[in-house]
């Protein structure tokens, strides 16, 4: 039975200036002045500077973080937050238990439903983030998915002027995101979070394998997609990860199922066999065209109606969403009753 091990990486700690220099930074950084590597560079050097005429001094207000070789200085309790995009930024601060204060909104989006009353709909879009409307919210920290933040920095679209930025990592796989969010949390000085977190996921897993019972026993899934005239196989997805947490027997192509090979292996509408290995087929854009080809319609789960569909918002997140997908597989199986 799949679980979540409890993280041992230590905390973190960090080394910071004394308060003046800290608002003379901020106050730096907010305006402009400094962004990115270049304010942090001046935070070393004004912390060596106060080193030597003050001595060293541990401050828990501030801590340290690495993410994707990029190192960032966070509020260790950030009072306002604006999250960027509503996928797995805005999953990672509903469970750091962040006081947001506005995200962007995707109504399609079941995390919707968790966000804190009071919380405010975002200007902008994902691909165009809107700069007024974030200061608009005197934000203290900017919450956004690495994937996101990257597209920003290769746009310049946005940088850390505004407020810090917390980018969170959901994983280099499909299957590594409960590593990443732990590790995260830890770091970020919410271990009893994290531990609340694995313990809340895997009672929701319990519960979805009570659900499914013995309907999928001695047999397989295919966690699949349909688009641009072909039909994709998923191997190493967020999706896979979690039906595998559930103790289900996930058809993947096997020359490309390991941890570091590719997401999903694509197929012509003419070599669909690889499919009729599956009972059941939980299926991402189940309105496409392709799903639509007698070819598709003669593999064995689809003539049997044993299809389910693989909803977007569920897709690819950290817990919160993996939850939701865990009780949503548990839920379309019962086709197979």
């Not at 979540?4 to 200036?17: A, G, M, N, R, Y």
Request: proline residues 4%.
């Amino acid at each position: 039975m799949p679980v979540i091990e409890s993280t041992e990486t230590p905390l973190q700690s960090t080394k910071d200036v004394d308060g003046e220099f800290t608002r003379l930074i901020d106050s730096l950084t907010r305006r402009g002045f400094l962004t990115g590597a270049a304010a942090l560079g001046a935070l070393g050097a004004l912390s060596a500077c106060s080193s030597e005429s003050s001595g060293t001094e541990t401050s828990d207000e501030w801590v340290d973080i690495v993410v994707a070789d990029q190192a960032y200085r966070l509020p260790r309790d950030p009072k306002r937050v604006v999250v960027l995009e509503a996928r797995g930024a805005l999953d990672f601060a509903l469970l750091a238990e962040y006081p947001i204060v506005a995200t962007n909104w995707d109504p399609k989006s079941q995390l919707m439903q968790q966000v804190p009353a009071g919380a405010a709909r975002l200007g902008g879009t994902n691909n165009e983030p809107n700069a007024e409307s974030i200061l608009s919210f005197d934000p203290d920290l900017l919450v956004v998915g690495k994937g996101w933040w990257g597209y920003y920095q290769d746009k310049g679209l946005l940088g850390t002027d505004i407020a810090p930025v917390l980018v969170v990592d959901e994983g280099t796989t499909g299957s590594s995101w409960k590593q990443a969010m732990t590790a995260q949390l830890t770091a970020l000085d919410r271990r009893e979070v994290a531990e609340r977190v694995i313990a809340r996921y895997n009672a929701e897993l319990a519960q979805a394998r009570a659900k499914i019972g013995g309907l999928l026993e001695g047999k397989s899934i295919a966690i699949a997609g349909a688009d641009s005239g072909q039909i994709w196989l998923q191997n190493n997805t967020f999706a896979v990860s979690v039906a595998q947490d559930l103790g289900l027997n996930v058809l993947t192509d096997a020359a490309h199922a390991a941890p570091d090979r590719k997401d999903s292996t694509f197929y012509s509408l003419e070599e669909l066999a690889i499919f009729d290995q599956a009972d059941f087929v939980l299926l991402q854009n189940p309105d496409a065209v392709e799903a639509e080809s007698p070819t598709w319609k003669r593999v064995r789960a689809v003539q049997d109606g044993h299809v389910g569909q693989l909803r977007y918002d569920l897709n690819n997140g950290l817990a919160l969403t993996a939850m939701a997908l865990a009780a949503d597989i548990a839920e379309q199986v019962q086709v197979m009753r």
